[in-house]
């Protein structure tokens, strides 16, 4: 009666090799006598989900009939039933993550389709997990991406089901779209993107019809709703924590734009005008536009609707076009921004008519009433706010939403239409034949278009009635000119209330905080592709994809010369990436092809910006070593380091009040100079941009700039003739970054800019190949205090910062054969460097229209025996030498070289 009662294990043989079929049906039996999960087979079904896995991804690389009998036994079946069970985390997680493994490695088509067959893995999705455990939630999501990268119009069958009208992998994706947990949000995003990817008529008429506008709509208000949360942050960025929040702030939203953008270059059209028609109507015109300008919230209304600091709006502004860049969306933003459509908006379907929508900005302005939630009749103020319903409210009843604005409604293309999506003008933004969306380009070129006979500039500049814009399209639509339009020409502000709001911000009054976001704001308007040109030109904006820039704006470019004024004053307000930005618009406006159609009195402006530039520096020029350093590591920076206009929009520290001290950790362009050691970097960086931007105005190369140019240095590797040089004779004794001694046999030679190590040339005596160059001037020799033959020699690498730790370009040890020698080489090398320096001292003297300082002590003896007069800018380096002795020994000259061997040898040791 004591004898153990027999398990089904001793019925069952376990095999040995896990990998193969038999195991698998081992496992199988496991299953089916372990349908109910308890606390004693938990463990059992985790571990038995796991080799299923692992022999199904091995059987889908070597077995086929393994996928065969895991269909036949509809073993998907076992992970459905155990998890209606609600058998706990323990086991839900071990399915989900069994899942995403097996999705992740299955390579095969055809095992791909033996797992998705029977509906199994939807009813798994919609299965109602427990997401408050966030590991769960974390499984889950993963599973759904994975499935999604799977996609393609031979899988997606397996997931939208056309006669039942469903979806459950996109649905149920979507829902987590404003998840708090950012990782999150990001799979739904690429889950959503992978799913449009899929070409599928039927799933995509699903999408538009079902999904895309509550999906939309509560998308954007989300993005709204975190523009605030933006900008609330940096009113409020006293402390670390707020400044590390809202970099992270910024960078969702970037995220938010790259996403839209994403979706929208798919080129979806049925969703495309559906998301333009959201972003415009729900985000972009009523939260970032009406915030350029108080005037556009009407008295008494102003807490009816959140509104957001004018620098930050065109902070985003300038984000949203330099990120996004399809056409009918920028395009009509644009308009809106530089023509000063205030009031038209979303209207009432039942009193809109066709007359009610073509209307100048005068009638709408003069036919808005005092309320701010109805301009006209009909047409209904724009306005952010909470959508009707939650996404998930919406996509739970099952139901057809409310139908969008714009008259996108059910009648949709059938599926057999080759032309599937709405389809946009090329010079008609609309959304659809029913939007309202009001563009006034195409208003306006429509009235001098239409009419059969187009009357030229003259007839419109005799005509009272005809418009600035009209004339602007006469010119710049390709129609023939009476009488040519050329130089600076102004626009008319009054009915543009948001471009004059921008034009007002380039103002500086107390600081360039507004100035600078309206400056990329300009600037990403001209370098969007997607803004038609016709738009710009109205505005005579030309950019650099116009073929003519005769027509300028005026205005525009002399707020631009006033700020490049600006920056030259002792105590300015502007900084360093302000006065970049405003060259580089500038150029972007008046530069073609290397001609420029700017004015004479404003290049002599700019001219005179130069001079005020350089009086300025003059009062940091000093003779010391400091003042060199920062004058070429500025001019590197400012060739090495151009300003990108999109990496600016990127950094969170430009939405802070303009900082005055590093201890804000904001990088000295984008912030105001602390102390007279930054006082004097900025004129210098000043004096270089402005410098430049007047060669080039004037179509002229500036040949004293950089102090060292290329071709007087000598490179590594380079042979050198070496018969008319005196040389030192050492041993180089070098660490490398293992702390290796290595020695090596070299010569010193001294040129006038560089100190030079080279060995001789085996094949040509009395030449040398250079194995070593760097430049004298950062020379630092010292003598050794027990033995008299040895120089420690450090040459640093130039730098950029002068609170950075300069960085060797060579650390070592110089042993000459007797104390002699290395006195002469210690000379030698700290006088070239004296030398070097003063030379280039001289050159910013001249520069900057300096008197010429006293020349220095005469050159030493050797290499630099040649430097005569170098006072007045004279003297010739090594190369130079060479080029003249051989033009001497064309002509029939003869000279007396000291033989190589002559020369001291002298050996080195490393520190």
Known sequence: MFNKPRSWFSQVMKPRSIHSLDHLKYLHHVLLKNTIVTEYNKELLVETFRLIAEILIWGDQNDSSVFDFFLEKNMLSFFLKILRQKSGRYVCVQLLQTLNILFENIQKETSLYYLLSNNHINQI????????????????????????????????????????????????????????????????????????????????????????????????????????????????????????????????????????????????????????????????????????????????????????????????????????????????LADIILNGIVDLSSPDPDHVTADDVRTTDSDTASSCSENSAVTRKGLVRRAFGVPPETLEHCLDRRQRPPLARGGLSEDLPSTSDSNFG???????????????????????????????????ITEMSNSCNSTDEEKTIAVWGGQLLDEPLAGAKDVLLTNRPYLDRIFTALNCVDNDYEVLFALCLLYALGDNHGVDM????????????????????????????????????????????????????LK???????????????????????????????????????????????????????????????????????????????????????????????????????????????????????????????????????NNSDLIGCTVITKDSRHHVQQSRRFLVVDVY????????????????????????????????????????????????????????????????????????????????????????????????????????GPGPGITQTIQGYSQGGGSTLREQAASATKTSQQGGSRAHPPLQRTTNTTTTTT
């Open 125 to 332: 999705i919609v299965h109602k997990f427990d997401f408050s455990d966030e590991e769960i939630l974390a499984y889950y999501i993963s599973v759904l991406k994975t499935l999604s990268l799977k996609l393609n119009s031979h899988t997606i069958h397996f997931f939208y089901n056309e006669h039942t009208n469903d979806f459950a992998l996109y649905t149920e994706a979507i829902k987590f779209f404003n998840h708090p947990e950012s990782m999150v949000r990001i799979a739904v995003r690429t889950i959503t993107l992978n799913v449009y990817r899929v070409y599928d008529k039927a799933m995509l008429q699903y999408i538009r019809n079902r999904t895309a506008v509550p999906y939309f709509s509560n998308l954007v208000w989300f993005i709204g709703n975190h523009v605030l949360h933006v900008d609330s942050c940096a009113e409020d960025c006293s402390s670390v924590h707020n400044r590390s929040r809202l970099t992270d702030l910024i960078s969702e939203h970037l995220d938010h734009l790259h996403y839209i953008n994403d979706i929208l270059q798919l080129d979806i059209d049925c969703l495309n005008d559906v998301l333009t028609d959201h972003l415009l109507d729900s985000l972009f015109i009523p939260l970032y536009v009406y915030s350029l300008n108080d005037s556009s919230v009407d008295s008494g209304k102003t807490t009816e609707k959140p509104l957001i600091n004018a620098g930050m709006s065109l902070f985003l502004l300038a984000q949203v076009f330099l990120i996004i860049h399809y056409g009918p969306l920028v395009n009509s």
């Open 422 to 456: 709405l389809q946009s003008g090329s010079v008609d933004y609309k959304t659809s034949d029913n939007s309202t969306f009001y563009s006034k380009l195409t208003v306006t070129y429509e009235k001098v278009t239409k009419s059969e006979s187009m009357p030229t």
């Open 534 to 585: 016709r738009l710009l030109n109205c505005v005579y904006m030309p950019t650099n994809r116009s073929e003519d820039k005769s027509v300028y704006n005026g205005t525009l470019v002399d707020k631009l010369i006033r700020i490049i004024n600006q920056s030259c004053l002792p105590n300015g307000r502007i900084r360093i990436a302000t006065l970049e930005l405003s060259i580089k618009l």
């Open 588 to 722: 972007q406006l008046i530069l073609s092809d290397g001609s420029c159609f700017l004015e004479d009195r404003d290049i002599a402006l700019i001219e005179g910006a130069r001079e005020e530039s350089t009086l300025v520096l003059r009062n940091f020029y000093k003779g010391d070593e400091l003042f060199l350093d920062m004058f070429e590591d500025e001019y590197q920076q400012m060739k090495k380091k151009p300003l990108n206009v999109e990496y600016l929009m990127m950094d969170s520290s430009v939405v802070l009040p303009p900082a005055g001290t590093p201890l804000s950790g904001i990088e000295f362009n984008k912030r105001l100079p602390c102390g007279e050691v930054e006082r004097a970097r900025q004129a210098i960086r000043i004096f270089f941009l402005i410098r430049e931007v007047s060669f080039t105005l004037r179509s002229e190369k500036d040949t004293r700039l950089p102090l060292t140019k290329e071709y007087e240095l000598i490179k590594e590797n380079e042979k050198l003739d070496l």
């Open 754 to 857: 560089q100190m030079i190590l080279v060995e001789p040339d085996t094949r040509r005596l009395g030449w040398g190949v250079v194995k070593f160059v760097g430049p004298l001037q950062n020379v630092e020799v010292t003598g050794d205090k027990e033995d008299a033959r040895i120089l420690h020699a450090t040459i640093h690498k130039p730098i950029a910062n002068i609170h950075a730790k300069p960085l060797p370009l060579l650390s070592a040890r110089l042993v000459f054969d007797d104390h002699i020698r290395c006195m002469a080489a210690k000379q030698r090398l700290t006088k070239g460097r004296t030398r070097a320096r003063q030379r280039k001292m001289l050159n910013i003297a001249a520069l900057l229209d300096l008197p010429a300082l006293a020349s220095p002590g």
